[in-house]
């Protein structure tokens, strides 16, 4: 089995602030994800890479910046935190195509701007 | 637009009842359908999937997939209130690796 770590759990910001969040898989999936969760509704899909230094937009995309340095690591960054946001990212990790694609999830990274 | 519809949002059924829930796709490429379960507090995790028209049963849980009408149903029977949790669609369109969710539907079960 493997694990989806994220960092940090809890992230407060201020207005305006460029705010970067972390996930480490070690199940050596090629593809990852990073999706967002508002008020404990459905997840919209923000940036995914298919390989390493891959990076494909999602429906979300505008605001954010995602890398993927390594196979193993994909990074998002919020490019300017908005005022009173609240919501929970979360990773997410597959082997890529098709049936194969269930996805592994981290525990989130809880984001709070003041 | 939302890509994938999720109905109904909430749904309560008693202990032991049946809940029934489902998913739509507007996105006419669409070839692979998955259920996932979140619990309060919890990341998703996977339920079922289901790729080939017809019915998988698994246990207390049933999916049903029409491919032409690109609509999947996820039935529970002798529900629980372990049960109770948010349940997600996605679909995935050929091997794009795009998988993209419905807003879920919220299912509370009642002791």
């Known amino acids: 089995g493997g694990i989806i770590t994220q960092t940090p759990k809890f992230l407060i910001g201020q207005e305006g602030q460029k705010l970067t969040l972390k996930c480490q898989q070690n199940?050596?999936?090629?593809?990852m994800y990073w999706y967002r969760q508002d008020s404990g509704k459905g997840l919209r899909l923000i940036y995914y890479s298919i390989t390493e230094n891959d990076l494909q937009k999602g429906d979300l995309s505008e605001g954010y910046d995602a890398s993927r340095e390594k196979k193993s690591s994909f990074s998002l960054t919020v490019t300017s935190a908005q005022k009173n946001e609240m919501a929970v990212f979360l990773c997410?990790?597959?082997?890529?195509?098709?049936?194969?694609?269930?996805?592994?999830f981290g525990a989130g990274t809880r984001l709070s701007v003041l | 637009q939302q890509k994938v519809q999720q109905s109904p949002e909430s749904l309560i059924v008693p202990e032991g009842g049946m809940a029934s829930l489902n998913c739509t796709s507007s996105?006419?490429?669409?070839?692979y359908f998955w259920w996932y379960r979140q619990h309060s507090g919890k990341s998703p995790k996977m339920l079922m999937?289901?790729?080939?028209?017809g019915e998988k049963e698994e246990g207390r849980f049933t999916v049903h997939l029409n491919k032409a009408s690109l609509h999947t149903s996820l039935h529970i029977r002798d529900s629980q209130p372990s049960d109770s949790a948010l349940y997600l669609c996605?679909?995935?369109?050929?091997?794009?690796?795009?998988?993209?969710f419905g807003l879920g539907t919220t299912l509370q079960v009642q002791p």
């Open positions: 997410a990790s597959s082997i890529p195509g098709g049936w194969q694609n269930t996805l592994y």
């Open positions: 996105d006419r490429n669409v070839d």
């Open positions: 999937s289901i790729f080939s028209n």
């Open positions: 199940f050596n999936h090629d593809t």
């Open positions: 996605a679909a995935l369109t050929g091997n794009t690796g795009k998988l993209i």
